[in-house]
Each structure stands twice: as C-alpha cells, then as structure tokens.
C-alpha cells in the first residue's frame, strides 16, 4: 500500500471524496455498473469467524478470482465483527447487501459459480428466521441487525480495518483535520462532548467531557492520554471487535483528546490475550504515522501527538484505573486510592486522561455530527447507544449494539432470538463479575445506567450473559467469586481476605455442607466487603451474591434445607439413580461400577443404585446403552 | 572420596568452560553437616560429608542471552519497559526461571524483588517450563454456562495431568484463561494461538491427537536429517 503523508486538511478531503468513491459499491450504489468492479465481497476477520477459518475462506475466493480472471470484477476484503459470531464465517456481498452465513471452504466454488457468475442467491446460506421461518437475504432485514443501532460499531462489517484510506473515505480524521485547521479552542470541544451527555462505556459511567474538562485544567509540562483495552469481564468482547474492525476511530478519539488536554504522548493497554486486535492496532498506528496523522507536526499544525501500544499480562485488576497506570509503568498492577485522581496525578505522577476503547469510539461522530443529534439518542440520563455481547444459553450469540433505553426483552427475544433449545428464560447477568443477575420478572426494564443499578445489578462494560433453567444461580455466584478471589490483587484486606471467606460459605452451600445462619453471615460480609474495599474489583466483587439472595433466595434455601440443586448442576447434591421404565438389565453398569454399588438381577429390571456407596463417578451414565441412568 | 568427587566437579567446569562452550552445566550437590556434642557442652565434633545429587547439561543459552540483550537494549531508554522486556524474555526463553529474571535485573538495574514482584503478579508469566502446546481452556461466563468445565475435565483425563501442570513428555500445558472473547462459540480451547469452538468433551481425543500425530511426524523429520 502507497501512502503518502497528508499535509493539509484540503489534501485529506481531496483523498476522501476520490476513495469514497472506491467504496461506494458497499453502500448499495448500483451506478458502478458501468464501472470494471462490480462486486465488493467482505468477508469477517474478527477473532469469533478467524477461529471458523474465515481466513482460509477469503484466501481461497481471492485464489479462485484470480484463476477465473475475475479479480478484475469482484474485489475480496478483510472487514471488522459483523456482530453474527454465532453464524460465522460470514461474508457479505455488496451492492446487494447479500449476508451469507457459516461459509465453509466447500461454498466457495458454488458462490463465484452461482451468486457471481449468474445472480443466482444461494438459499443455502442466507440466515433463515426462527420465528417466521423465512429466508432473509438482505443484511438489513435479519431480525438480528434491524432493531440495533449502530454507532460505536458503525464502520465493524462495513470497511477494511487494515486500510487507512476506507476509515478516511467514509469520514475519517475528518474532524481532527478540521480541529487542527480552525485551530478550534479546546473548551469548545470539552463543551460540546459536555452537551452530548456520553458516559464512560468501561461501566462507571463518569460523564467524559467533565472528565477531560478536568484533565485539561491541571497544569502539567507533560500530560498523557490512556485507552483502557484491558477488557477483562468474562463474556464482554466489545473492546476487542472495536479494535479489530474500527481501530482508526479509536486513534483519531485519542489524537482528538491528546490535541484537547494538551498532551503529546498516548497509551492504548490492550489485553495479550486479543492477537489479532494488537496487531490490527499496530497496522492502523503504523499507517497513521506514515499518512502524517500521528507524529510531529500532524496535518501542517504545530500540534504532535504519539502512540504507544502497551500489553497486559492477564491481571484482570489491571481494569482499574489506578492499576492500570501501575501497569503501564511497568510495575505490578496494584490500585491506589483515590483522589487524587488520575487527571490530577496519574501516570509518572502527570494529568492523564483515560477512557475506555467503546467511548472513544463514540467520540469522532460525535464531533462530527454535533452533540444534539447524540442527545436525541438514549434516555434522559443516559445518552446514546450500547454495545452489548450476548453470550450464554440464547439463540443468536454474538455483538449488538442498542439504544439506551432498550427492553431487555427486546435484547433477548427479538435481537437475541430467544433462548437456546426453547428452554426455560431464569435470569440474564450484565456488568460481569461486578454486576448481578436479572430475574425474569424484570425482563421490561429499559436497560440504562441508573436503571440496572437500581436493580442490584451495572452496566459494567456491557456483557449479558442469558441462563436458562438447567443453571444454578448459587453455583453461578460461586463461579464469580472465584473468579473475584483469584484475580484479587492482594492489597487491601477487605478484598483479598473477605472474598475468600465469601467463596469458602458459597462452596460450603454447593456442597450441600450448608447452614441457613449462613446466608446472613454471607449478606453481613459483603456488604462489609462492598464498603471497605480499596478499588472497584472488592467494592462491586460481592453483587453477584447479593443480587442472586435477594431474587433467587429459594434456590440458596433448597440447597441449604433440601440439599438439593434444583437446577441439577451441584455434583455434591445430585443423586446418579436409574430409570425404571428405561432399564432393559442388562447389568452393564453393576459390572464397571467401580465401587460395586449398582446391585439388580440379570433381565429383571430394574436395577438399583445404592447412593450411600455411590461416589457418582458418571461412568454408568457413559455406559448405558438406553439412557436409563441419570443424575438428579 | 569427598574431595575426589569435587575435584571432578571442579575438572569437569574447568574442561566445559574451556573446550565445549556449548553446553552449559548444573551441578547440584548436597552437603551434609553432623554436629555431635561431646561429653561437656564447649566441644564438638563436627562431621561432614558432600555427595552428588546430579548433573545436569544443557545446550548453553549464550544465543538466547544475545538475543535477550538486543531487547534489552531497545526498551532500556524507555520508562516503563520492564514488562515489554519480560514479555520479549519469556517469548526468547519459553519461560521465566530466576537466572532469567536476575539477569534483567542486573543490566536493568532494578531489584531482583521487583522483577520476580512483576513476574508472580501477572498470570501470562511462567517461572516454570511449559509444555510445546499451552492448552488454555476459557473459564469466561459463557463459556462456564456452556459447559467449559467438562471440557476442561475430558482434557484433564486424556493428558493425566491437572490444571496448570505439563505432560511428562513436554508436549502440553494445561491452563485455564478468563475469556479470550469468543464468547459466540463458546465453550472455547485454545492451543498455542489455534482458537476451537463449539465443543463438546466428545471432540478432544480427536484435537490432541493431531497435535501428537504432527509432533511425531516432525520428531521423526528430524531423525532422518540428522
């Protein structure tokens, strides 16, 4: 790829208008006919399709395109998190808008042959509809995409996030180069991000202009701007597909916000665990050095900014703030308290600005479209949209982004599909192990920022996990806090100590070892835990907990009283019995029983389990040949 | 006999230091010392006694202590290196043993505590040698809901060693990671940088044993060069 450093805001537009119109084919413009490319195929690179080898498909459409001299006519790209992990690979094909689902290797050939050559759709592959069981062709009428709004996500699925001049055609750095050419005073940016009402996406949903109107007002002769990529909430992957698919928006926000406090240096603290968003970071920062947009003397102005990536090394404590600036200085990643606050002292003791990956998304078309189209967006408190990551026992798994406001109903059924195998909906989690789980009875609420903490429950950085009947909400709790417990830095005693104690009542409970005394002592610790804790990895470790006792009391108690696991998950509560109707006595779980507790005779069934010699190794249940045994 | 055995040692370093620079050797020996009081309380006698426990040679490192200099002094000018120089270490070397971490700290000059601090504290560092594969199993809410712990099991009984522990052979580690974010296609393995999703504990025998088959083919492509 040639680029060329841009020098002023004119050469940036000319470049713009002449590359939009390279792209115009994915926007549906049908006057390319005339034009030698007729088709654009985008095919999805993000980690969920890579790890279907959506790679090896797009290799193999570029190899066969060029075998049959069509790589003239259709041109094949690389293209961000469509949103559909579920149903990957997938490849889209424009300017029809045609959604192709999980295309494997084999599909190839038919696609170029049949959709290419002849116009002919390929039934096959297009998402069938669940509830209609119709074909949806068109990638703007899948139940899936239509109810979501996409902001944040606007350019994931739609351009080629290895290519600087596609983020530049569909409006890129345009706001930056229009900034440095007016000379734009930082205060009217601080203002206008004020007005907009954006919060913090990373889950504490501080506003982001008072935020960088703080940062700007400490004086310092060296400031610092921070991208927290740390995404470390299991079953929250937004961060990750905004970096994959969209990481020029990302380095625009933080050259915009470098230009707005003053500083000179950037950090973006990405996760090790995300590889391919490291190295489509590296590419984009790379090409914005190359293209005059990061560096000394970006556009011609006397403005500089630099950006550096920085690693984690898997502490999901690094998340926080004060831990995070540790750990970009090298050290172990312990929080402070605070104040003073980062934007007062924060890294090597500078004002710094730290936002997470999703806000500073939200930011270049923010300025770019101004703050009143944003507040129209969203509740009254909390503006715009969100990007959520549904995930667990739900249909259509995979990235959506809503406006605030939106049912979680709404999220579940008609985005989410319902749940898996029409089981039972019990409870939805978000805010990961900060936040708390949802019962069914309150599936109406509009989900916001004050609305989810109304119910015990956060925002955090947007993962909701669905859990249907057959999960045990104590069992789910004890996850957390084990989870909680092992990446507690060690710190503060609160925490590290009290997180532990939680963990060792909860596993008690699921050993059916439990006292009902202990659910007050259980309630007493942590909102104990809640209130003394140093950083918000103690301060929000117990809500799992809490959330799960005040709504699914009963399920505690059937443990406790009945020591029973209604869910059937608490291996330590289940029995392994046989099923009399089922059993043919055969007699071949009393032979492999290794402790002998199986006992019937030959062909008069049924056969019985003696469960106080039964030490529930499963093998019988492996062994049945009519699925008579099972665990209870 | 004592003194015979440490002045084999002795000849032994001398010959390995002078001639056959490529190889590197770790001697442990243990000493055992016996104090016996005598009739009064002021005397004793002491007994001594020095046996070897093992030898131990390796190829020498020089090429990878090169290697881990020019990281080293890439990053050294930059503030807040030291976990870049780790990561880099860690890459060069596999894994992170004290020798590793006390030569950073000697040509970074900063304390051996606050080296090894930073190694315990972050779960991608590895003071012991790992496995030719790191099987990490995604213990991520989604992937926990869908079943990840019986993946995690099936693996366990397949390999014979636990969570955290390597194969005798060296040819799989077993880790558990917190959400890689995939969650789509959950439940999640990962082996090395190969993402698999959408398991069921009936698709792992399969899955490990291409990466016995391949190590095999490859061992073997190795006979036949040498």
Known sequence: MNLSPIKTYGALKELRSSFSNQISIRAGDKSVENEITKYHILVCSGTGCTSTESNEVRKKLEKELKKRNLDDKVKVFKTGCFGFCKLGPIIAIHPEHTLYCKVGLENVDEILERHIKHGEILKELLYKSPKTGQYQRNINDIDFFNSQRRIALRNCGVINPEDIREYIAVGGYSVLAQMLNNKTPAQEIVESLKKSGLRGRGGGGYLTGKKWELALSYEGDKKYVLCNADEGDPGAFMDRSILEGDPHSVIEAMIIAGYCIGADQGYVYVRAEYPIAVERLEIAIEQAKKMGLLGNNILGSDFSFDLDIRLGAGAFVCGEETALIKSVMGFRGEPNPRPPFPAEAGLWEKPTLNNNVETYANIPIILQKGADWFVNIGTEKSKGTKVFALAGQINNTGLIEVPMGTSLRTIIYDIGGGIHDNKEFKAVQTGGPSGGCIPKSMLDIKIDFESLADVGSMMGSGGMIVMDETDCMVDIARFYLEFAQHESCGKCVPCSIGTKRILEILERITKGKGKMEDLQILEDLCLDVKDSSLCGLGQTAPNPVLSTLQYFKDEYIAHIKDKTCPAGVCNSLLKVVISDEKCIACGICARICPVNAITGEHKKPPFKIHQEVCIKCGNCIQKCPVDAIYKR | ?226
């Open chain 2, 1 to 226: 006999m004592h003194c015979e055995i440490l002045w084999k040692i002795l000849s032994l370093i001398v010959i390995t230091s002078k001639e056959v620079r490529t190889f590197e050797v770790k001697i442990k020996v243990s000493i055992k010392i016996q104090i016996i009081p005598k009739n009064n309380p002021w005397s004793y006698i002491v007994k001594w006694g020095v046996s070897l426990v093992e030898i131990e040679i390796k190829k020498n490192n020089k090429e990878k202590y090169m290697q881990l200099d020019r990281v080293i002094e890439r990053y050294k000018q930059q503030e807040g290196m030291l976990i870049r120089i780790l990561q880099k270490a860690q890459e060069i070397f596999g894994h992170l043993p004290i020798e590793v971490q006390s030569y950073v700290s000697d040509r970074l000059d900063i304390p051996i505590s606050t080296v090894n601090g930073v190694v315990s504290f972050y779960s991608l560092f590895s003071e012991e040698p790992q496995g030719k594969y790191t099987i990490n199993v995604c213990m991520g809410t989604a992937c926990y809901v869908k079943g990840s712990q019986e993946i995690l099991k099936t693996i366990e009984e397949e390999l014979h060693i636990r969570e955290g522990e390597t194969t005798l052979d060296k040819l799989f580690t077993i880790k558990v990671t917190r959400c890689i974010g995939a969650c789509g296609l959950a439940p999640v393995i990962t082996i090395n940088e190969k993402v698999y999703g959408r398991l069921s504990p009936s698709d792992i025998p399969g899955i490990l044993h291409t990466y016995i088959k391949t190590n095999k083919k490859a061992a073997i492509g190795e006979e036949v060069k040498a």
